[in-house]
C-alpha cells in the first residue's frame, strides 16, 4: 500500500466504488428495488480527506511565514492628533458606504401633539438602527416566506420541502422588491458620499440626491414588475410558426444554431437539477449528468431520446423554463419522417 | 449481471398499432352530419382499443374496463346538466397523440385532417375529453381554440364548480395521480381535486411527490413497457402505499390501464414478494360509484 502514490490510490478507488455501483444496481434493477439504489459515493475521510487538507495547511502556514519574514508591512508616520477635520470628509470603504447612506439620510424623530413636544429619537440612533432594520429584513427573508405559505395554503404551507417560485417571472412582486432593495443600497452609497459630489458637479446637491435616492428605486421596483407582469401575461406557449421562422432566421445568421430547439436549450446554465428529478435517470443512470446541456451539446447520453417518457418533470424544476420535451418532440418526428408511409 | 428475462416490447402491441395506422391511411370523403345541434362534445378517446389490446396480451386477466370510463364520464356529463355529442370511433379517428409523440408524424397529420374536418361538420362550441392526453392534443397540437374556435376542456374541468353532489359508498381514503399531460403540460391542477373534495366520506391525501413533481405511471404514448419504466411505475405504486391509500385515482385512461396493468401482474405473480394493497380508479368511474341513489 504504501509504495503507491496518493493520486494512483485514489483513482483506483473511485474506479472500484463505480464498478461496485453499477454492478449493484444493475443486480437490483431485476428486483425494481428503487429505494435501496442510492449508494452514497465519495472520498473517504481517512486518509484522502486529512491528508489532503494537513497538506494545504502546512502549506499556507509556510507562505505566511516566508510573508512575515520577507515583506514586512509597510509603517507610515505618525498621526497629527492637532490636525483640522479633513474637506471632503474621509469616508469608510466602498462596502460600508450603504450604512453612512443610512446614518447621513436619517433625521431627528420629534413631534408635537396637543401642545406636548415629543423626542422620539436622534438622528444617529435612528440612522443605525435602521442598518440593523435592513440586515434582519435579509435574514428574515425565508421565515416570512414560511410564514405567507403558511397563512395561504395551511394544508400545504411547508414551502421548505415543497419549494416555492425560483423563476422572477412567476413571482414579480418578489422579484420588484429585491431589485428595489438592490437599488436603495446603490442609490445610499452615492448620497452618502454627497460632499464629494459637490466638489466636482455642484449642480448635483444633496436635496437633488435625496429626490433621487427617495425614488429611484422605486421607480426600479415598478418597472420590474410592470415588465415581468406583462411577460407572465405573455405565457409559456409553444412558438407558433412565424417565431420558429424568426429563429431559423436569426440562426443562419448568427452561423450557431442549427436547430430552432437549440436556442432554447442555450439557455441552461447546468444547474443540474433535472437531471435530480428525471424518472428515467433515477432508473438508468450510472454517472452524474445534466441531461438538458449534454443535449445541447449534441451528445444524447443523458437520456436516450427513445427512452424518455416526455413526462416534462425536467420542465417542472427547470428554472430557466426550458421545454426539453418540445425538444425530443421535434427530434423525433424528425428521425422518423417517411419511415411510416 | 443477473437478468433472466430479456427486455422484450410487450407495448405498443403490433396489431394495435398496425389497426390506427390502417385506420388513418384510410380516406374518407363521405360528409356527416350530426342528428341535432349540440353545444358540448365529448371525446372518449380510443378506450374501446385499448380494452381490445388489454384483454389479448398476456399481462393481463382482462379485468380492465376502460371502456367505462367513456360511460362513467357521460353519465356524469347527464348529471351535470350537459348533453354532449358523442365523438366516438365511427365518426372520428384516435387523435394521434401516441403515434405524434413516437415521431409518426404522417399519420398524426392524416389523423389531424379527419379530425378536423369532422370537428367542422360537427358545429360543437367546446369539447371536452376524458383523456388527458387527447385534451392536451386537441388544445395544443391541434391548436382548436385558434383554428376552430373550439374551446378544449378536460372533463373535469367542465364538471367543476356545476354544485356536484356525491357520496362513497363508504369511507375512503383517496389519492389523486397527476397526469404529465394534464398537470404539468397544461397546468391543470386543481380542477379534480375539487372534484375529490365535493365527495363526501372521501378522504383525499397527497402522494410524496404531487402536482408539479409527480411522478410519471412511465409509459408515455405507449413507447415501451420495460424493467425502468417499470422501476418507475412501482415507484408511484409505493408511494400511494406509503400514504396509506384504498384508492388511487388518475385522469387519464393511459395512467389507469398502467397502473392496473402492474397491480395485476404483482397479483399474478405473488412469489416476486411485491404487493400494493390498494386499487387503481379513473376519476369518473370513481365519481360515478359515488353519485347517490336516484339519479
Known amino acids: 500500500m504504501s509504495e503507491q502514490g496518493a493520486t494512483e490510490l485514489i483513482g483506483d478507488y473511485q474506479d472500484e466504488q463505480i464498478d461496485l455501483d453499477t454492478v449493484s444496481k444493475l443486480e437490483h434493477r431485476e428486483d425494481h428495488s428503487v429505494l435501496e439504489a442510492e449508494l452514497v459515493k465519495g472520498e473517504p475521510l481517512y486518509p484522502h480527506e486529512l491528508t489532503r487538507d494537513a497538506v494545504l495547511s502546512m502549506y499556507v502556514m509556510a507562505l505566511f511565514f516566508f510573508l512575515s519574514a520577507f515583506v514586512p508591512p ?268 | 449481471m443477473s437478468r433472466t428475462k430479456p427486455y422484450s416490447r410487450t407495448i405498443p402491441h403490433p396489431l394495435f398499432e398496425r389497426l390506427i395506422v390502417e385506420d388513418a391511411m384510410k380516406e374518407e370523403k363521405d360528409s356527416w352530419k350530426p342528428e341535432r345541434p349540440h353545444e358540448y362534445g365529448y371525446f372518449p378517446g380510443c378506450v374501446d382499443f385499448m380494452d381490445v389490446e388489454v384483454k389479448f396480451t398476456h399481462l393481463n ?76 392534443t386537441f388544445a395544443v397540437d391541434y391548436d382548436l381554440p385558434n383554428t376552430l374556435g373550439i374551446k378544449v376542456e378536460h372533463v373535469t374541468q367542465t364538471l367543476q364548480g356545476r354544485g356536484l353532489k356525491f357520496k362513497a359508498p363508504e369511507d375512503v381514503t383517496v389519492a389523486y395521480h397527476d397526469p404529465c399531460r394534464l398537470g404539468r403540460m397544461m397546468g391543470e391542477f386543481e380542477a379534480p381535486r375539487d372534484l375529490i373534495q365535493l365527495v363526501d366520506g372521501a378522504k383525499m391525501v397527497e402522494l410524496e411527490n404531487n402536482k408539479e413533481r409527480a411522478l410519471c405511471c412511465g409509459v408515455s404514448s405507449m413507447m415501451y413497457c420495460n424493467d425502468a419504466t417499470k422501476a418507475v411505475r412501482r415507484k408511484r405504486l409505493d408511494q400511494g402505499t406509503d400514504a396509506g391509500i384504498d384508492i388511487m385515482l388518475g385522469g387519464c385512461p393511459k395512467c389507469y390501464m398502467h397502473m392496473q396493468c402492474m397491480l395485476n401482474e404483482e397479483r399474478m405473480n405473488p412469489e416476486e414478494g411485491h404487493h400494493h394493497d390498494y386499487e387503481m380508479m379513473d376519476l369518473m368511474q370513481f365519481l360515478v360509484a359515488c353519485l347517490e341513489e336516484g339519479n
Open chain 1, 74 to 341: 509597510p509603517l507610515h508616520g505618525a498621526a497629527d492628533p492637532t490636525a483640522g477635520t479633513a474637506f471632503p470628509p474621509p469616508l469608510p470603504d466602498w462596502y460600508l458606504l450603504w450604512a453612512f447612506g443610512c446614518l447621513k439620510a436619517a433625521w431627528d424623530i420629534e413631534f408635537t401633539i396637543f401642545g406636548y413636544h415629543f423626542f422620539l429619537m436622534t438622528a444617529k440612533v435612528w440612522g443605525t438602527l435602521v442598518q440593523g432594520m435592513i440586515i434582519g429584513l435579509v435574514v428574515a427573508v425565508p421565515f416570512i416566506d414560511k410564514a405567507i405559505g403558511a397563512f395561504i395554503d395551511p394544508q400545504y404551507g411547508d414551502v421548505v420541502n415543497r419549494g416555492h417560485e425560483r423563476r422572477p417571472i412567476e413571482d414579480p412582486v418578489r422579484a420588484a422588491i429585491g431589485v428595489y432593495g438592490i437599488a436603495i443600497v446603490i442609490m445610499l452609497s452615492i448620497y452618502s458620499i454627497n460632499a464629494n459630489i459637490a466638489i466636482y458637479y455642484p449642480e448635483i446637491n444633496t436635496k437633488v440626491l435625496a429626490m433621487v435616492t427617495l425614488f429611484g428605486p422605486l421607480g426600479c421596483a415598478l418597472i420590474t414588475y410592470l415588465f415581468l407582469d406583462r411577460r407572465r401575461s405573455e405565457g409559456a406557449k409553444p412558438l407558433n410558426d412565424e417565431e420558429r421562422f424568426d429563429l431559423y432566421v436569426d440562426g443562419i445568421k448568427d452561423r450557431r444554431m442549427q436547430r430552432i430547439y437549440e436556442f432554447k436549450l442555450n439557455r441552461c446554465y447546468q444547474c443540474g437539477l433535472c437531471d435530480d428529478i428525471c424518472p428515467v435517470r433515477d432508473m438508468e443512470g450510472e454517472y452524474e449528468l445534466n441531461i438538458i446541456y449534454n443535449t445541447f451539446q449534441n451528445e444524447h447520453d443523458g437520456v436516450a431520446m427513445w427512452s424518455c417518457i416526455t413526462c416534462g418533470m425536467c420542465t417542472a424544476v427547470c428554472p430557466q423554463n426550458i421545454e426539453y420535451v418540445d425538444y425530443v418532440l421535434e427530434q423525433r418526428a424528425l428521425t422518423t419522417s417517411g419511415a411510416s408511409s
Open chain 2, 61 to 136: 386477466k382482462g379485468d380492465a374496463d376502460h371502456a367505462s370510463i367513456a360511460a362513467a364520464s357521460i353519465k356524469l356529463l347527464n348529471y351535470a346538466n350537459i348533453d354532449p355529442l358523442v365523438l366516438d370511433m365511427n365518426i372520428f379517428k384516435c387523435s394521434g397523440h401516441d403515434q405524434l409523440w413516437q415521431g409518426q408524424l404522417e399519420v398524426f397529420d392524416a389523423l389531424k385532417e379527419h379530425n378536423l374536418r369532422r370537428l367542422k361538420e360537427s358545429g360543437i362550441k367546446i369539447m371536452t375529453c376524458s383523456c388527458a392526453e387527447c385534451y392536451r
